[in-house]
Nanobody, 120 residues
């Protein structure tokens, strides 16, 4: 089992953008999750690369885009028009075993996370 490795987090002002990257090696189905202090981990987006199918949380209102990176084995989460409510630790997950894409229980490989902080 290969552990995903995230990068690209940081601090931005509201309305700004960040691009998160995750190295997942050969995994086809990759998800992004986030967890704010005191809250449960929630699914943000997922991608089935060979099918070209993407999944998003309804709460994002089209601000985030998940895609396969140009470098083989990477997955990108482009986040636009960020708000303070997007502040959280963002995790990349892989080795999907099935079920709902947004359930953390369906993934067996997790990265260490990358912090995203949005100030007003």
């Amino acid at each position: 089992q290969v552990q995903p490795v995230e990068s690209g987090g940081g601090s931005v002002q509201a309305g700004g953008s960040l691009r998160l990257s995750c190295v997942t090696s050969g995994y086809n189905f990759v998800g992004w999750f986030r967890q704010a202090p005191g809250k449960e981990r929630e699914g943000v987006a997922a991608i089935a690369k060979t099918l070209g199918r993407t999944y998003y949380s309804d709460s994002l209102t089209g601000r985030f885009t998940i895609s396969a990176g140009e470098t083989l084995g990477t997955t990108i989460l482009q986040m636009n028009n960020l708000t303070p409510e997007d502040t959280a630790m963002y995790y990349c997950a892989a080795d999907f075993t099935g079920g709902t894409w947004s359930s953390p229980l369906g993934y067996r490989a997790w990265g260490q996370g990358t912090q995203v902080t949005v100030s007003s």
